[in-house]
C-alpha cells in the first residue's frame, strides 16, 4: 500500500474516532424534514434495510462516545475497504484491457 493512502486512512480514522462525538446531535436534514413536515411517524419500524450501526453508535457499546467513536472506526474502514477494493478491481479490468 502506499504511503499516500495510509496516512489518508490514519487521517481518516482519527477524525472518525476522535471527532464523531463531538457531532450535532440534531437531526439531519432529511429527519428535519420529515419532522417538519410532520411525516417522520410513516416510517416508524418500516426500515428497508436493517442498519449493522443504527444512529452512529455501535450496538452493545454502553458509553456513548464510546459507542459513537467505535461507529466512526468501523464505518471509516468499511468505507476505505470498498473503496479500496473497487479501485484495485478496475485497475485489474484496464490493466487487461491493455494487453
Same mark, same amino acid.
Given at each position: 500500500?502506499?504511503?499516500?493512502?495510509?496516512?489518508? #486512512? #490514519?487521517?481518516?480514522? @482519527?477524525? +472518525?474516532? =476522535?471527532?464523531? &462525538? =463531538?457531532?450535532?446531535?440534531?437531526?439531519?436534514?432529511?429527519?428535519? !424534514?420529515?419532522?417538519?413536515?410532520? =411525516?417522520?411517524? /410513516? *416510517?416508524?419500524?418500516?426500515?428497508?434495510?436493517? *442498519?449493522?450501526? &443504527?444512529?452512529?453508535?455501535? &450496538?452493545? /457499546?454502553?458509553?456513548? *462516545? #464510546? @459507542? !459513537?467513536?467505535?461507529? +466512526?472506526?468501523?464505518?471509516?474502514?468499511?468505507? =476505505?475497504? #470498498? @473503496?479500496?477494493? @473497487?479501485?484495485?478491481?478496475? %485497475?485489474?479490468?484496464? %490493466?487487461? %484491457?491493455?494487453?
Amino acid at each position: 500500500m502506499k504511503k499516500e493512502i495510509l496516512i489518508g #486512512l #490514519l487521517i481518516a480514522l @482519527a477524525i +472518525g474516532v =476522535f471527532l464523531s &462525538p =463531538f457531532a450535532s446531535k440534531s437531526p439531519d436534514g432529511l429527519d428535519k !424534514t420529515a419532522e417538519d413536515l410532520k =411525516f417522520s411517524s /410513516v *416510517s416508524e419500524g418500516k426500515e428497508i434495510v436493517h *442498519s449493522l450501526i &443504527p444512529d452512529y453508535a455501535m &450496538p452493545g /457499546v454502553k458509553n456513548e *462516545s #464510546l @459507542a !459513537t467513536s467505535a461507529a +466512526g472506526l468501523v464505518g471509516t474502514l468499511a468505507v =476505505f475497504g #470498498l @473503496a479500496y477494493g @473497487a479501485g484495485k478491481v478496475m %485497475q485489474r479490468k484496464k %490493466q487487461k %484491457q491493455s494487453l
